[in-house]
């Protein structure tokens, strides 16, 4: 056995570091987190001093034992978890979990996986930082806090099973207040006036600074350049440059990725992981822009051997951030001169993205140089600009361009063609085109990781979790949609003749974009009317202060949570006690047909319309909002329109075809046969003939579903599922190995197989496989194997007994939004100036 156990968090980076460490090291992986806050209950003792109850992973308990067993054969145990704040926890909690003793345990950190910093970092342990692992336990348990508390809340006062978190609550704000001023924008129109001449036979555009607020303005200077001579008035020639951008930290990688790649925040980070882990780069969870000096030296023979000494520039960045304190290196290659991966072809994309932004950032400026002409003319007041650039240089251009969030037009400039003062221009045409002004764009994951970063909300570590959360829970949509149509008009002057014309296009469209659901808006109001502070930007930048304080080890976290927790904890009583459930419910007005109040509100299973209040009716009628309509937009006609459903569109095989939205949304129903429609399929225009063809399509799909069946046991079968063709036995399925033919199986070559293979099955922390050696007799068990636990269930069924006032509180009548009287506390803490002061002391 050897002498030294080395715990890292991942099979990936452990099979890495093994291969860099002799016989005498021994490579396990903790597969991440082993131990969190239990969670029956807050998980906290209030009462001493917020002390937090831990319990091992149900998923992570062979894992510990494993672990335990390597670790009393060792001698030493090197824990080499990532170096950031998550990181230096696990080691902690391995720490507490195995039992280690302090002087055989030691703490190694290192930003890359590399041979070189491995051994480094073996010669230079040092024991685990509590700072580190305090900023990241407060950060539990305040999120467990607010967590656990708020949800209730919200559970009783908007919609059952809703949840609320400090962090993603602001994040699904500033979706909500992005979306708001969009909707309260209001679009206006001007002329753009862009002049093309022509100089010793070479042609090119000016464009004119002002913009025309009418069509009639627009015209009238038409008219004025018709017939006029034009001349260079002025011309101004200067140097210019352009300098790259520093190398990537966690969110300028994430965006990048995001803006030139099409990669979401999550994919972004889950394949920087795997690049990190394989050695390729350094740590991928960093808001540092800081390149180490091997590294500087690395980019300097790489940038040479390639391009020439003409192209070195070594430049070292500084963090705009005063908080930049996850790592100590930007994201970069952990070997300049390997310019290109093997691997998954994503992989390599971003790999190829971190390689050439980091040897960018180490060449020389691109030099240009800037053209400025004006144009006049005696019969315009107004002059043309013409705008050229050249590159003299190209310097890091070379390489690397930067991406752009900016969505307005952009007119590229182009080489003009050789001209003085005083020259005179032939005037080819004029055009004036109608352009309008748009509101802010809506947020893309990358922007958002921007905005969030900008307000000091969040770290490294957190800005995708945290945009996955708010889209898995339902606040937010990503998704693309279609534009509208829009007129405008075109005035062109040319060969002395001005011609109009009205042109069409789409304004509108949406790909990739957050949107925020009614229930995210409704929520919001709720939170915003009765937890300011908790929803205010400036005071979760300053939460996420403190948290950098603790790790610095300037302020104990049990009293940062504590001034937390008094008054947030009284608010919510108040709140909880005082303030009024909200639907976000409007009357449209009256049903033709009933008389009753045509309503939209939230109900237990989403936004949805209502005809009958329940003051008139025992028995009113739902129907579910579609995707793209929203509480607060939606109007008396589109709500109508609902209630078409279901639609009856004839008859096949003498049985009715009807089409509906359920609860998992639009079908197709024959009847007692259900066929889910395609994503592309309206279920309030879609055809008869397009119904009979979904009935037939899942009819085939059923029917080359099963590949084989077996007399002699009806329960074994040989299906196709989604992934490929499988087993079912009894009820469990076994993956069919590669490159067997699953016509080939007997029912006597299954049983053999499924004996083999492990039994999956499910515990409180997800899935696990048992030992193999599952027969026939044992995969029938299952259920009741699932079923024994359910004998300790009693003590948690206190809880059921808090719940049990949530679905009174869905039965009152539904109300607008209002915040709780104003007794209601702040959540607040002491100034900064008595901190600052005590810290002096």
């Known amino acids: 056995m050897s002498k030294n156990l080395v715990i890292v968090e991942s099979p990936a980076k452990a099979k890495t570091i093994e291969g860099y460490l002799g016989k005498d090291f021994t490579v396990k992986s903790s597969y991440g987190h082993v131990r969190d806050l239990i969670k029956s209950g807050k998980g906290i003792d209030i009462e001493n001093n917020f002390e937090p109850a831990y319990e091992i992973s149900a998923d992570k308990e062979q894992v510990i034992s494993d672990l335990i067993k390597h670790a009393k054969k060792a001698d030493t145990v090197w824990l080499a978890t990532d170096e950031d ?9 391995l720490f507490e979990t195995l039992n280690l003793k302090e002087a055989d345990t030691k703490r190694i950190v290192f930003h890359e996986i590399t041979k070189k910093a491995i051994l480094e970092a073996i010669k230079n342990p040092r024991k685990i930082d509590k700072n580190l692992v305090d900023a990241q336990q407060a950060r539990r348990i305040l999120d467990r806090l607010v967590g656990f508390e708020l949800s209730p809340v919200l559970w009783k006062k908007v919609k059952p099973s809703l949840s609320a978190g400090r962090v993603q609550s602001v994040t699904v704000r500033l979706v909500v207040e992005r979306e708001r001023e969009i909707d309260a924008f209001k679009i206006s129109s001007a002329f753009k006036v862009v002049g093309y001449f022509e100089d010793n036979g070479k042609s090119f555009k000016a464009e004119l600074p002002k913009r025309f607020q009418t069509q009639d303005e627009a015209e009238q200077f038409l008219k004025a350049c018709n017939g006029a001579d034009f001349r260079v008035e002025n011309l101004e020639v200067k140097p210019g440059k352009r300098t790259p951008s520093a190398p990537f930290t966690t969110s300028t990688l994430q965006q990048e990725a995001s803006r030139k790649l099409g990669f979401s925040v999550a994919q972004t980070m889950v394949l920087a992981q795997r690049l990190y882990e394989s050695g390729k780069i350094t740590y991928m969870r960093t808001d540092s822009v800081n390149l180490s000096q091997d590294a500087l030296d690395m980019a300097k023979a790489s940038i040479t051997t390639m391009f020439g000494a003409q192209y070195v520039e070594i430049r070292q960045y500084k963090n705009k951030s005063a908080n930049a304190q996850e790592a100590h290196e ?27 932004r980091t040897i960018a950032s180490q060449m020389a400026d691109a030099k240009l140089e800037k053209t400025v002409v004006t144009i006049s003319s005696p019969k315009t007041k107004d002059n043309f600009i013409a705008n050229g650039e050249v590159i003299k240089f190209d310097g890091f251009l070379k390489v690397y361009m930067e991406g752009d969030d900016d969505e307005e037009e952009k007119d590229q400039e182009g080489i003009l063609p050789p001209m003085k003062i005083g ?12 352009r309008f002004t748009h509101a802010s764009p809506r947020y893309t994951e990358a922007s958002l990781v921007k905005k969030l970063e900008e307000l000091g909300i969040g770290r490294p570590s957190t800005y995708a979790p945290t945009i996955s959360t708010v889209q898995k829970r339902g606040y937010v949509l990503k998704e693309e949609r279609q534009g509208k149509e829009r007129a405008y008009q075109v005035l062109t002057l040319k060969d002395s003749k001005i011609s109009k014309e009205t042109q069409t296009e789409i304004t509108g469209a949406e790909k990739n974009k957050l949107f ?24 979760t930048a300053f939460v996420e202060k403190e948290f950098d304080d603790i790790a610095n080890g300037e302020l104990k976290w049990q009293k940062m949570i504590k001034e937390f927790y008094g008054p947030f904890h009284e608010t919510v009583e108040i709140t909880e ?72 569109l004839g008859t096949f095989e003498g049985t009715d075809v009807n089409v509906s939205i359920g609860r998992f949304g639009p079908y197709v129903r024959l009847g007692d046969y259900f066929v889910s429609m395609k994503k592309e399929d309206d279920p309030y225009t879609v055809t008869y003939e397009r119904a009979v063809e979904l009935i037939h399509e899942k009819r085939k799909a059923q029917a080359e579903k099963i590949i084989m069946t077996f007399d002699e046991d009806p329960t074994v079968q040989i299906l196709n599922g989604r992934w490929g063709p499988y087993i079912a036995f009894g009820d469990r399925n076994i993956r069919i190995p590669k490159d067997t033919d699953p016509k080939s199986f007997t029912l006597e070559a299954i049983r053999e197989l499924a004996e083999k293979t492990p039994v999956t099955v499910k515990t409180k922390g997800g899935w696990r496989r048992k030992a ?30 808090k719940s049990a006032p949530v679905k009174k509180a869905a039965a009152k009548k539904p109300a607008p939004v209002k915040a709780a009287p104003k007794k209601k506390v702040s959540v607040k803490r002491a100034p900064a100036k008595k901190a600052a002061s005590k810290k002096k002391k």
């Open 772 to 801: 193999a050696g599952a027969t026939e007799a044992k995969a029938t068990t299952k259920k009741a194997t699932k079923k024994a636990p359910a004998k300790k269930a009693p003590p948690k069924k206190a809880p059921a007994k």
């Open 577 to 648: 006690k005082d303030a009024e459930r909200v639907t976000g419910e409007r009357i449209l007005g009256k049903d033709p047909v009933s008389g009753l109040t045509l309503l939209v509100r939230v109900g237990r299973y989403g936004p949805m319309a209502q005809i009958g209040s329940q003051e008139e009716t025992d028995k009113p009628k739902f129907a579910k909002l579609r995707g793209e309509q929203r509480l607060d937009q939606i109007t008396f006609e589109e709500a109508l329109e609902l209630f078409k459903l279901p639609r009856n």
């Open 516 to 539: 925020p659901t009614d229930i995210g808006m409704l929520v919001t109001d709720f939170l915003v009317a009765n937890f300011k502070d908790i929803l205010d930007y400036n005071f």
């Open 85 to 93: 704040r998550e990181g230096e926890a696990i080691s902690w909690h």
């Open 423 to 434: 020259d005179s221009l032939k005037l080819l045409s004029v055009i004036a085109t109608e």
């Open 330 to 356: 930007a994201i970069r290659p952990t070997e300049f001169s390997r310019n290109e991966v093997e691997g998954e072809a994503r992989e390599q994309k971003l790999y190829d993205l971190i390689w050439k």
